[in-house]
């Protein structure tokens, strides 16, 4: 059975930093393209990073710049680096297949920004 747990969220102030991780289990998957993705009160959830297998990374326009999407494949996790983070980036993150049909979503990691 195919599960990801993500952790490292918390509540920042504006401008701070959070590191997430995503941790796989049942499944090695340094041969797919993974991504996070968030999902703010009301809202739709949207990817904002993938990283492929061959570490070429997509990032989308609104958070570009801040954050970074990377992966270590012998520990089967994928990690987002958030910086310089804004009240807007407040959401439920979640990781997932970027490509390959989405698995049943894990429980999430909450990111709380304040100004």
């Known amino acids: 059975q195919v599960q990801f747990v993500e952790s490292g969220g918390g509540s920042v102030q504006a401008g701070g930093s959070l590191r997430l991780s995503c941790a796989a289990s049942?499944?090695?998957?340094?041969?797919?393209?993974m991504g996070w993705y968030r999902q703010a009160p009301g809202k739709q959830r949207q990817m904002v990073a993938s990283?492929?297998?061959?570490?070429?990374?997509n990032i989308v326009d609104s958070v570009k710049g801040r954050f970074t999407i990377s992966r270590d494949n012998a520990k089967n996790t994928v990690y987002l680096q958030m910086n310089s983070l804004k009240p807007e980036d407040t959401a439920v993150y979640y990781c997932?297949?970027?490509?390959?049909?989405?698995?049943?979503w894990g429980q999430g990691t909450q990111v709380t920004v304040s100004s």
């Open positions: 997932n297949f970027a490509v390959r049909p989405p698995q049943p």
């Open positions: 049942g499944i090695m998957i340094s041969i797919y393209t």
């Open positions: 990283i492929s297998s061959s570490g070429g990374t």
